[in-house]
């Protein structure tokens, strides 16, 4: 069975950084893209970042560039999201989501909660 | 960046019945290798996000035949011949096609 679980959300003061985990398992993960997709409270979704099977090309929406660094270890079946310089408007359930074709977000984590707030 | 638009946002629809949502997109979603990577997600109560169709009108595995897509360019459409209970929730379709992939409002579908 394909699993995602997302770890290492929590409240940060602006300004702050967290780091977010995304353990897969039920699949062989060095053969995947993988996303990070976010939610504010009660608002839709939005794509925030993704990387290559070997970790080769990264991309990222504008408003994260320069802030968020997602990553991942083959090794440990893991994929990472560093998030610095955090900004209240970064509140939101974080998921990681896989992809063997592309565009096709097709297995998704539960999420972790970010809370941005003083 | 490409702006997804979707109609309507909500949907009161009888059981058995049938639904339609619509997505437009600012740009054309044709890639340079011809495909549209336009797909649409389900996502339940309090559930994570479901792939239901990809490359338009293409069903995940396990997605049953009353959903179904059509559209090209800049205009798509779900549809959802006949109604379920199970089929309550938001619906986002999603572009891939250009960097940064984005996705439309979501368009609540719930039971009248």
């Known amino acids: 069975e394909v699993q995602l679980v997302e770890s290492g959300g929590g409240l940060v003061q602006p300004g702050g950084s967290l780091r977010l985990s995304c353990a897969a398992s039920?699949?062989?993960?060095?053969?995947?893209?993988m996303n990070w997709v976010r939610q504010a409270p009660g608002k839709g979704l939005e794509w925030v970042a993704n990387?290559?099977?070997?970790?080769?090309?990264?991309f990222y929406v504008d408003s994260v560039k320069g802030r968020f660094t997602i990553s991942r270890d083959n090794a440990k079946n893991s994929l990472y999201l560093e998030m610095n310089s955090l900004r209240v408007e970064d509140t939101a359930l974080y998921s990681c989501?896989?992809?063997?074709?592309?565009?096709?977000?097709?297995?998704w984590g539960q999420g972790t909660l970010v809370n941005v707030s003083s | 960046d490409v702006v997804m638009t979707q109609t309507p946002l909500s949907s009161p629809v009888t059981l058995g019945q049938p639904a339609s949502i619509s997505c437009r997109s600012s740009?054309?979603?044709?890639?340079?290798?011809?495909?549209?990577?336009l797909s649409w997600l389900q996502q339940r109560p309090g559930q994570p996000p479901r792939l239901l169709l990809y490359?338009?009108?293409n069903r995940f595995s396990g997605v049953p035949d009353r959903f179904s897509g059509s559209g090209a360019g800049t205009d798509f459409t779900l549809k959802i011949s006949r109604v379920e209970a199970e089929d309550v929730g938001v619906y986002y379709c999603?572009?891939?096609?250009?960097?940064?992939?984005?996705f439309g409002q979501g368009t609540k579908v719930e039971i009248k």
């Open positions: 989501a896989s992809m063997e074709r592309w565009g096709q977000l097709q297995a």
């Open positions: 039920g699949f062989t993960f060095s053969n995947f893209w």
């Open positions: 990387i290559k099977h070997d970790g080769s090309a990264k």
């Open positions: 740009q054309s979603l044709v890639h340079s290798d011809r495909n549209t990577y």
């Open positions: 490359k338009i009108s």
């Open positions: 999603m572009q891939a096609t250009q960097f940064p992939w984005t």
